[in-house]
């Protein structure tokens, strides 16, 4: 094997932590859609950030491959080491290092997922509110500027990672941000950071934001006849400056999907499903208003889910989308779209979005946090069908170049990945170039998740594997 | 002059709109504060972007320096030619390019001040919140992550620009972000170009995030009866989760210049300033908890603002305090601190540094922008005074090692520019090198603001200049 030394010095630093057998490979070679599987020649577990440290010392010594793995859960084959390498797996660095109660501010491990960071949090009456629906770790989340449900009110990971450690690809580990809640001191290597997709570094620690719980909540869904009413209600609740924490999108199919697999009764239209967060005067406040708009937009079947429990049950439902969708369709391949356009231009692309999935023939609902302008389409397909998949394709380049026409970006949350680096030139032109030069100036060697993200720079890593 | 030829083929391009004056030049060697005049050899004055590339082809080609200049109302001397080279005043790039009202958007020129848009605004029920006090250009806001008395609300610039146009150093003209409200589309660079002080890139165009004029708008100042009852009275209504567009400190210093300068009778204690913006439900009920949350702790003289123009006249007096306070100790100079700690550490960095100016027999009123955990201390300097100038340099480095020790940053908003740079390394560690290796990688011939923010590279101007 090409990295028979590499391995020899990272079985001596890791023991038993490092692991070579073919189940584990295959595990992290693994992808939720419908990327080829890509295993890694091994796969780490370290535990702490001076072994990240010395385990990229030595990747970089031997130039070997290294990809960051959290929960698995992207959506784009981020994490596919399709150049080999080690599999860095962060699922034991998953602690809360120190809680700031009185500055609403947490540090933690980027192997500890979000739910489990909610639940730590619990007893405080803070929380983190970032939700991209897979429970995924808050690390993978930050190499993916996740976002979710909750953006409209709370913004994405951007808004909500005050700082980073970061091991770099020569195992220099540094600090990016601070405990300040602004600050004007040089580069925002945070914000370079968040995004980056393990291709510039690895991220050993995030200092978060947190919000205090809301002291009253109030959450609804409302059906509309068009798609286009739906949309238009969102476009006007925005600019009236009505705020909300929460405002989804979904399309009559999802509708229909969520009756037939969590046996809702819900009329087979356009929904939107909305929350509101505040003090008890302002969510009444602003529920008020809402539904001013949407009895003005023709909405009806106003339903307001009043307990806690009809509220996780609502966000559940809307959490369980994806894995509903590929369950609706037994034993499909789901092709998950991600586009964002400006508001004003969200009815016309969802319809435009509507009109090419079906005249492609293909079985796919739409649905979005619509507030942001970002919406997506699940494309359930056959796995046999070579035919089905070319369209599904066609599709979604469709609604990539429309949402590049449109003023929008070809992802709003899922991430680059594999899915979306034929799109990188077109959204980025000469800028594109400018992240190359900034992968080449801090990963020279090209060991950090290679192939990924920036213009083609796989020659060191063809050169290494020789 | 070592720039003659690169002089010859800028006057060609640029004819009268190249100014070699001394007093063009001297204008453009200045600054607000304290640093010493630094000219440019020469001054241009470009009209468009193509120009701006243009210039840069000259400029990389004849490896002469070059610093853009916005409205000159830097307080950390960034714009200094301290290398000589080219001055870029973008004044003549001052245009509104488009208004996206549906989406509230809007693409400008760097040159545009931000009262200019507001003003431009106003019949649109929308506008450009960040307000750093001076009538700063758009364009230098951006290049230094500028800030101010809006932030609780509005977050700053980073929260408020969208994307960006950029000259790089080479002439290649790159766009960064989009329209969409979010994206997950590779490396944030408009990021990385927010706060980079012109040494990446030459800003050219902005599209800004803009808000709707709010329905209703409440102001208020109080006076407490110490420093730390009003510091502490923030963290409260901070950890409340009371919503504020504005929450200003300024000390019982400040008060009595305020009395002095502008006619007014606030008892000369520390005070807050606050704003509710919101429908005229939500600011009621805002207004009235932290009213509460005011006499709990002691707060006195509560007075509201209730008519525009007495608002416009309290923040008037706000944004007025530099120049007040340099008009109370007539021929003074100012050294202006900036720093940003933790919430939880504001009253004691607030305390502790009203201890140390007053131990070091200087006049200094502290105020700042404390909702973000940020402030200042306005040090009034004699001139001629060398020891008073030593015993204010002391302060703010104290200043400085205080926020770091908290977990906070040297500059929350005024930038690192002459007077920051001597901390980058303690407040960044290896991560400034990596600031460097970025530096290096998009401007190789150091020309863009050389001598600024990243570690010492001014060989190649040095032997330019030879």
Sequence with gaps: MA??????????????RLSLTQADRDLHGQNETWFAPAPPDAVAYPATTEEVSQIMK???????????????????????????????????????????QDDM???????????????????????????????????????????????????????????????????????????????????????LMLGSEGTLGIITELTLKLHGQPEAVSSAVCAFDT????????????????????????????????????????????????????????????SERFGEVVTEMGGANFDWATTAEDRTRLWRMRHGAYPACIAYRPGCMGLVTDIVVPISRLAEAVEDTRRDIDAAGLVGPILGHVGDGNFHSVLMLDRNDKDEFKRAKEVAAKMSERALSMGGTVTGEHGIGMGKLAYMEAEHGAAWQVMGAIKQALDPLNILNPGKMVPDQTKAVREAAE
Tied chains: 1, 2.
């Design 105 to 191: 501010q947490v540090r933690v491990q980027p192997g500890m997922t979000r739910e489990v960071l909610n639940t730590e949090l619990r007893a405080t009456g803070l929380f983190f509110p970032v939700d991209p629906g897979a429970n995924a770790s808050l690390g993978g989340m930050a190499s993916t500027r996740a976002s979710g449900t909750t953006t409209v009110g709370y913004g994405t990971m951007k808004d909500n990672v005050m700082g980073l450690e970061v091991v770099l690809a020569d195992g220099t580990i540094i600090r990016t941000g601070s405990r300040a809640r602004k600050s004007s001191a040089g580069y925002d290597l945070t914000a």
């Design 58 to 100: 030595i990747c970089t010594a031997h130039k070997m491959p290294v990809v960051a793995w959290g929960t698995g859960t992207s959506l784009e084959g981020h994490a596919l080491a399709i150049h080999g390498g080690l599999c860095l797996d962060m699922s034991r660095m998953d602690k809360l290092v120190e809680l700031y």
């Design 3 to 16: 990295y028979d030394a590499a391995l020899d010095a990272l079985k001596s630093l890791l023991g038993d």
């Design 227 to 286: 798609l286009h009413a739906a949309v238009e209600t969102v476009q006007m609740v925005i600019q009236m400056g009505i705020r909300m924490a929460r405002i989804e999108f979904v399309d009559a199919m999802t509708a229909q999907i969520f009756n037939k697999m969590n046996g809702t009764d819900l009329p087979e239209k356009p929904h939107l499903m909305i929350e509101f967060h505040g003090s008890e005067a302002m969510v009444a406040e602003q």
